[in-house]
C-alpha cells in the first residue's frame, strides 16, 4: 500500500509545477528494529534538486548526496533510499529509544535555495514486549545461585531457554514459556565467551514482528582492563581502574563484576581508591546484551590484581651491635621479600646518609666514633622503605666498658651511696656501745684496777635510806670524796 502511494504521489508531482512533500504523520517501532520512512516531494519545473536532507530538530540526520565530513552518530544508522528526482524514503534501525522525536525534510536547489517541508513526521520507539530481561538470585561465593532470563507476559512468542555459543541448548537449565535459568557453576564454565538467552523469534534486529526461526548470533568477546596511574605494578595505596571492554557496541548492555567471592557495584568500570592488601585477587566482568527475543550474556576471562606491598627492611649486624674497638663488625640491609626488584640501597649513621650504596655495610676493624644508630633504605622507581634504627655500641677492654653513660652513671651513684650508709651504720653503732665500757681506774702508784677482780660494791647495792645520800647543797667536798660511788 505504501509503495502505490508512493508511486501515485510521483506520478502526480511530475505535472505539479509547486514544491510539495509527502509524508506519513506518526510512525512507531520497537528498540533495536529497523523502520522505513516513505517519502515523496514535487517541485517546480524548471528546477533541479541539488541535495536532500533528513533533519530531527536542528540536528542533521542523514544527507543525498552523502556531506564532506559527516560525522553525526546517527548517520550510521540511517539511510537515505530516496533520489534527486521525487523519492525521499528514508530507513532507521536499529532504533534507540532517545531516536523518538519530530522529523523533516529540506531540499536545496542548484541556485542554493532552500526549501523546508512544512509537515513534520512524529517518530515514537518504545520497548518491544519481548525484550529480554536478566536477574541474579545470588548468594555469597562465585559458584552459588542462578540467573534468570525472563520476557513480559505481553510477548506473544514463547520457548525461552539458554543456549551456548554453538547455539545448543545447555542441558544444565530449567526452562519455560516465560523465563529460564541456570547455576551460576555452569555460566562460570562460560568464562572467555558468551551464552544467549533467546525466544523462538526476534532475533534479527530489523524483523521484529511476528516469530522468526532461532538464528544464531556471533557472542560479544569480553575482557577486563587495569587502567593504572604509572607505569609497573600497583603498589599499596595507589588508584586504579577495572574496565568491561567488548568488540562491539551494543545498543543496550549492563554489567556486573565479581571480586573473588564478592559481588562490585554494577557498572561499566570500577574505581579503586587507594589500593590495600584486600583489593588484591580475581575479577571477572559479566556483560548483558538484551534485545527484542534475545539476549546476550558475556563472560570476561579472570584476571589477577596485585598489589604491591613496600617490603619491611631491616638491619642485621654480625657479630652483634656490642663490640670492642678492633673488631670486624658487618651490617646487612634484610628484605623480608625477594618480589621486590631492581632496588638500589643506602645507608645514614645518626640521621645522616653516608656514601654507600651497597646492601652490606662492613667495617674491618670498628672504632669508638663508629659508634651510633644505623638506618639502611632500599628504593627502586616503586619507591622506598627505610628500617628501624639499630644502635651499635663500641668499647674498649672488658665488658664493664660496655655499659652505655646512663647505666654508668646509676652504677656509680649506687655505690657511693651503699658507702654512705654503710659509714653512717658504723657510726652509729660506735656511738651505742660506747656508753657501757667501763672506764679503767688506776691505783696510786701507777697500778690499773683488775677489772676481772670481784668488787665490793655493785651497782645493784641496796640503799639503806634515801637520807644516806649526801644532798648536792650539804658539803660538796665529802659528797665528791666519798668512798661510796653512787653513779658507778
Not at 534527486?84 to 522525536?101: A, K, M
Amino acid at each position: 500500500m505504501e509503495t502505490l502511494l508512493l508511486a501515485l504521489s510521483i506520478l502526480t508531482g511530475a505535472c505539479c509545477q509547486n514544491w510539495g512533500v509527502t509524508l506519513p504523520q506518526h510512525v512507531t517501532g520497537w528498540r533495536d528494529s529497523c523502520v522505513t520512512i516513505p517519502c515523496s516531494y514535487t517541485y517546480p519545473k524548471g528546477q533541479l534538486v541539488r541535495s536532500v536532507t533528513w533533519c530531527r530538530g536542528k540536528e542533521k540526520i542523514v544527507q543525498l548526496p552523502g556531506a564532506t565530513g559527516q560525522d553525526y552518530s546517527k548517520a550510521k544508522r540511517a539511510q537515505l533510499l530516496g533520489n534527486l528526482q521525487h523519492n525521499c524514503s528514508l530507513r532507521l534501525g536499529p532504533l534507540e529509544l532517545g531516536d523518538g522525536g519530530t522529523y523533516h525534510v529540506e531540499f536545496q536547489t542548484e541556485t542554493n535555495k532552500m526549501w523546508r517541508s512544512p509537515r513534520a513526521l512524529c517518530l515514537t520507539v518504545s520497548e518491544h514486549p519481548c525484550s529480554v530481561g536478566i536477574g541474579f538470585g545470588r548468594t555469597s561465593g562465585a559458584l552459588t545461585g542462578r540467573l534468570l532470563c525472563h520476557v513480559s507476559e505481553q510477548c506473544a512468542c514463547s520457548n525461552l531457554a539458554w543456549y551456548d555459543r554453538a547455539g545448543a541448548q545447555l542441558r544444565e537449565q530449567k526452562a519455560g514459556s516465560r523465563s529460564a535459568y541456570v547455576g551460576m557453576n555452569i555460566i562460570w564454565q562460560h568464562r572467555g565467551t558468551a551464552l544467549e538467552c533467546r525466544v523462538q523469534g526476534f532475533q534479527k534486529r530489523c524483523l521484529p514482528q511476528g516469530c522468526q526461526p532461532p538464528a544464531t548470533g556471533r557472542p560479544r568477546q569480553l575482557k577486563v582492563l587495569v587502567d593504572t596511574e604509572g607505569p609497573g605494578p600497583i603498589r599499596e595505596g595507589d588508584s586504579f581502574t577495572l574496565r568491561c571492554v567488548g568488540d562491539m557496541e551494543p545498543s543496550h548492555r549492563s554489567y556486573y563484576w565479581v571480586h573473588n567471592d564478592m559481588d562490585l557495584p554494577s557498572a561499566y568500570s570500577v574505581r579503586v581508591e587507594a589500593a590495600t592488601l584486600s583489593d588484591r585477587g580475581n575479577y571477572t566482568c559479566i556483560e548483558w546484551v538484551s534485545g527484542p527475543g534475545w539476549g546476550y550474556l558475556a563472560v570476561s576471562h579472570t584476571i589477577y590484581v596485585g598489589i604491591l606491598v613496600p617490603p619491611v627492611v631491616h638491619v642485621v649486624a654480625t657479630p652483634g651491635p656490642h663490640c670492642s674497638a678492633g673488631e670486624p663488625l658487618s651490617l646487612i640491609c634484610r628484605l623480608n621479600t625477594s618480589a621486590y626488584g631492581g632496588v638500589g640501597f643506602s645507608w645514614y649513621k645518626d640521621g645522616k646518609r653516608l656514601e654507600w650504596a651497597e646492601p652490606e655495610l662492613a667495617f674491618p676493624g670498628v672504632q669508638v666514633k663508629d659508634a651510633g644508630q644505623y638506618q639502611c633504605e632500599v628504593h627502586n622507581t616503586l619507591g622506598k622503605s627505610t628500617s628501624l634504627p639499630l644502635i651499635i655500641t663500641v668499647v674498649y677492654g672488658s665488658d664493664w666498658y660496655r655499659l652505655s653513660p646512663g647505666p654508668m652513671a646509676g652504677f656509680g651513684a649506687g655505690v657511693l651511696l651503699l658507702l654512705l650508709l654503710s659509714n653512717l651504720g658504723v657510726y652509729c653503732l660506735a656511738r651505742r656501745i660506747r656508753p657501757w665500757q667501763e672506764p679503767e681506774e688506776t691505783l696510786p702508784g701507777g697500778n690499773r684496777v683488775d677489772s676481772s677482780a670481784p668488787q665490793e660494791d655493785s651497782l645493784y647495792e641496796e640503799i639503806i635510806g634515801v637520807g644516806d645520800i649526801p644532798h648536792p647543797s650539804d658539803n660538796t667536798e665529802d659528797y665528791y670524796n666519798s668512798s661510796k660511788n653512787y653513779c658507778n
